[in-house]
T-cell receptor, first 115, second 112 residues
Framework: EAGVTQFPSHSVIEKGQTVTLRCDPI?????LYWYRRVMGKEIKFLLH????????ESGMPNNRFLAERTGGTYSTLKVQPAELEDSGVYFC?????????????FGPGTRLTVL | SQKIEQNSEALNIQEGKTATLTCNYT??????LQWYRQDPGRGPVFLLL?????KEKRKERLKVTFDTTLKQSLFHITASQPADSATYLC???????????FGRGTSLIVHP
């Protein structure tokens, strides 16, 4: 069974540019999560989709970040315009069911560097 | 404010010994605590979950304890192997939340 995949693995852009990250969850997983780890800090939650609906977006830092999950399959996270402080590793995770005892499977992450 | 503390210094041990990692928290009453393993360039991998009413959980060579009085969890790897070298993250969550709050992790290095 394929795991969670993310694309690209690395992205280097200049401040002010736009970047779109993609996440493909494990097939059949309705729940999809985005997290971010800024250098030297802990992994922090950004948002959670249940199928195509945003269940919780309390962790989104500001309106420069836009997440979508059209059709309830893969998800994209767009940063527009990117700022220096957006640099970090963006992780996507998916789970079959909801609940703290339902394991979230993480992707390898996308390392974003904003120059 | 809520705080999760894991030792920022790497833990170096010899193969075969027991590795013990600590997770302390303050201003938090978690309903559950999770431990993850993370290898360089990879995402976290879930290892174990322990609930607030559980004192200890075991899985193969792994053992987790949860002391809500001390506000601490200990993560043990017995008979450690070089392949156990990785960063280990603890994560806490409240009863109404399925989104855990992560610590920064502790690096474990097992020397052959």
């Amino acid at each position: 069974e394929a795991g969670v995949t993310q694309f690209p693995s690395h992205s280097v852009i200049e401040k002010g540019q736009t970047v779109t990250l993609r996440c493909d969850p494990i097939s059949g997983h309705d729940n999809l999560y985005w997290y971010r780890r800024v250098m030297g800090k802990e992994i922090k939650f950004l948002l959670h989709f249940v199928k195509e609906s945003k269940q919780d977006e309390s962790g989104m830092p500001n309106n420069r970040f836009l997440a979508e999950r059209t059709g309830g399959t893969y998800s994209t996270l767009k940063v527009q315009p990117a700022e220096l402080e957006d640099s970090g590793v963006y992780f996507c995770a998916s789970s079959q069911d909801l609940g703290f005892d339902n394991e979230q499977f993480f992707g390898p992450g996308t390392r974003l560097t904003v120059l | 404010s809520q705080k999760i503390e894991q030792n920022s210094e790497a833990l170096n041990i010899q193969e075969g010994k027991t590795a013990t990692l600590t997770c302390n928290y303050t201003n938090y009453s978690p309903a559950y605590l999770q431990w993850y393993r993370q290898d360089p360039g990879r995402g976290p991998v879930f290892l174990l979950l322990i609930r607030e009413n559980e004192k200890e959980k075991r899985k193969e060579r792994l053992k987790v304890t949860f002391d809500t009085t001390l506000k601490q969890s200990l993560f043990h790897i017995t008979a450690s192997q070089p392949a156990d070298s990785a960063t280990y993250l603890c994560a806490l969550g409240s009863g109404g939340s399925y989104i855990p709050t992560f610590g920064r992790g502790t690096s474990l290095i097992v020397h052959p």
